[in-house]
Nanobody
Framework: QVQLVESGGGLVQPGGSLRLSCAAS????????MGWYRQVPGKQRELVVV???????NYADSVKGRFTISRDNAKNTVSLQMSSLKPEDTAVYYC??????????WGQGTQVTVSS
């Protein structure tokens, strides 16, 4: 079955950077759409970025120019480099996978807190 394990969350000051990683298993990673979502308590989970296999990433307007997704098909990992972080980026970040012929899945989430 699909397994997604996030790491790299934590506390960072405004303007700082953080890198999230997601280790994936249980599906054909290289053919799958991968991405990141985030959620703040009391609000709906929202898309941060998704990238289909070999496709151009689709970023939320709020993170364009600050966040960058990368994937390593040899290691079955997807990462999110976050720069120029703002307090409003504070959320639980979830790794996302949508394998072909299957259903979307999310990891357990990792907390990112941007605060001075």
């Amino acid at each position: 079955q699909v397994q997604l394990v996030e790491s790299g969350g934590g506390l960072v000051q405004p303007g700082g950077s953080l890198r999230l990683s997601c280790a994936a298993s249980g599906f054909i990673f290289r053919l799958s759409t991968m991405g990141w979502y985030r959620q703040v308590p009391g609000k709906q989970r929202e898309l941060v970025v998704v990238a289909s296999s070999g496709g151009r990433p689709n970023y939320a307007d709020s993170v364009k120019g600050r966040f960058t997704i990368s994937r390593d098909n040899a290691k079955n990992t997807v990462s999110l480099q976050m720069s120029s972080l703002k307090p409003e980026d504070t959320a639980v970040y979830y790794c996302y996978a949508f394998p072909p012929g299957s259903v979307p899945s999310w990891g357990q989430g990792t907390q990112v807190t941007v605060s001075s």
